[in-house]
Each structure stands twice: as structure tokens, then as C-alpha cells.
Nanobody
Framework: QVQLVESGGGLVQAGGSLRLSCAAS????????MGWYRQAPGKQRELVAT???????NYADSVKGRFTISRDNAKKTVSLEMNSLKPEDTAVYYC???????????????WGQGTQVTVSS
């Protein structure tokens, strides 16, 4: 199995910055895409940003130009640098990894427990 541990959430004022990090561990053979998703109260979970093992990134329109996703393949980590934060960015942020574990038949999704990000106005 794969464990994803997130860190870096917290409370910040509008216009501020936060950096989220996620580390993957476990019986991992290979990791394909990694990414961040978020879920605000009463809303569905939505994509924030993803990055492939080759470094190709994808962002939600709402965060383009403000958030930057990066990863370290050797360390099996993914980070999200969040700048110019807005109250509407308030949500629980989840790390996701598409990973292949030893003994399994292919890639599957793994999720972290989530970390709260609160942006005050």
C-alpha cells in the first residue's frame, strides 16, 4: 500500500502564501501522476493541480498564476506553493498519487488524509 502524508496547511490572511507538501511511502514500484485536490464545505472535491512524472503540469483555471506545483521523484514528494491566497481558496486540500505497488497489477489512486487551509478576509 501507499501512505501519503500532507503538511503545511494553516490559517493565513488574504494575499498571503502557504506551501503544502506531501510525501509518499510504502511498497511503491512506480509513481505516475501526483496532484492536489481540494474540497470546500458543501462542495465537491475539485482538482487544483497535477504533475506527471515527466513534469507536465495542469492547473485549475481558478489557481493559474497563483499556485505552483512541483515534485521530487527521488524523494517521492509533491509540493504546492500557494500565493495571493483568497478566501475562496479555503478548503481541505488532499494529496493524490497514482502509484503502482509491488505485487499489484497496475496503477491505482491513493489519497492523503487532507490538510486544512483557511484564508481569512
Amino acid at each position: 500500500q501507499v501512505q501519503l502524508v500532507e503538511s503545511g496547511g494553516g490559517l493565513v490572511q488574504a494575499g498571503g502564501s502557504l506551501r503544502l507538501s506531501c510525501a509518499a511511502s510504502g511498497n511503491i514500484f512506480s509513481i505516475n501522476a501526483m496532484g492536489w485536490y481540494r474540497q470546500a464545505p458543501g462542495k465537491q472535491r475539485e482538482l487544483v493541480a497535477t504533475i506527471t512524472s515527466g513534469g507536465i503540469t495542469n492547473y485549475a483555471d481558478s489557481v493559474k498564476g497563483r499556485f505552483t506545483i512541483s515534485r521530487d521523484n527521488a524523494k517521492k514528494t509533491v509540493s504546492l506553493e500557494m500565493n495571493s491566497l483568497k478566501p475562496e481558496d479555503t478548503a481541505v486540500y488532499y494529496c493524490k498519487s497514482v502509484a503502482w505497488t509491488h505485487g499489484s497489477l497496475g496503477y491505482r489512486d491513493y489519497w492523503g488524509q487532507g490538510t486544512q487551509v483557511t484564508v481569512s478576509s
